[in-house]
């Protein structure tokens, strides 16, 4: 079964210092990994993916995260946070599901991400 | 382009009653994913449908059902509602091969 752990709940950085989110997943096969981030009372937006290739990926809004196989995880940084990046933010692991489609994303439980001026 | 689109926003129902949520996937996309999040934790896949038919369930009772139309959009039915049916129901469309999922802004659904 495929699983994804966040361990920090939540994570408070000064504006201006650089940010790392933890992930790190359990999946049978080469995995596909995504980090949304979600702002209160909304949707998910997807701010990057890892489908097979450099293991280093960009994403939007200046983050990145890189891709650890013999750790099992998918971290997320970003070099310099904005007060904007304040939001909640989930990593999630996918696979094929068999066919032409996918299957399902499963998610961690989060970490919300304060950020002071 | 109109991203995906889920209605209503927001919905308030007694425990036993029955509700209808709906999703308008993204232009193009024919995969349509339902998730359910409660407050305070990260979404759990309930069900997925391509071509009208559901591919893949999530560990999520009978009471939850769905239907995909032939243009692609999506209801979700939950029967007998339950207080711990309270949540934020997020649609997810697709378009296979690619792997991304692109999520609507949710139905905050309340169970009184």
């Known amino acids: 079964a495929q699983s994804v752990t966040q361990p920090d709940i939540h994570i408070t950085v000064s504006e201006g210092a650089s940010l790392e989110l933890r992930c790190n997943y359990s999946y049978g096969a080469t995995p596909y990994l995504f980090w949304y981030v979600q702002s209160p009372g909304q949707g998910l937006q997807l701010l990057l993916k890892?489908?097979?290739?450099?293991?280093l990926v960009q994403g939007i809004k200046g983050f990145e995260a890189e891709f650890k196989r013999s750790q099992s995880s998918f971290n997320l940084r970003k070099p310099s946070v904005h007060w904007s990046d304040a939001a909640e933010y989930f990593c999630a692991v996918g696979g094929r599901a068999g066919g032409t489609s996918y299957g399902k994303l499963t998610f961690g439980q989060g970490t919300i991400l304060t950020v002071h001026p | 382009d109109a991203g995906v689109t889920q209605s209503p926003t927001h919905l308030i129902k007694t425990r036993g009653q029955q509700v209808t949520l709906r999703c308008s996937p993204k232009?193009?996309?024919?995969?349509v994913s339902w998730y359910q999040q409660a407050l305070g934790q990260g979404p759990q896949f309930i069900f997925q449908y391509y071509e009208e038919e559901e591919r893949q369930r999530g560990n999520f009772p009978d009471r939850f059902s769905g239907h995909q139309f032939p243009n692609y959009s999506s209801e979700l039915n939950v029967n007998a509602l339950l207080l711990g049916d309270s949540a934020l129901y997020l649609c997810?469309?697709?378009?296979?091969?690619?792997?991304?999922?692109?999520f609507g802004p949710g139905t905050r659904l309340t169970v009184t």
């Open positions: 997810a469309s697709s378009l296979p091969p690619s792997y991304e999922q692109y």
């Open positions: 232009s193009g996309h024919d995969t």
């Open positions: 890892y489908f097979s290739g450099d293991t």
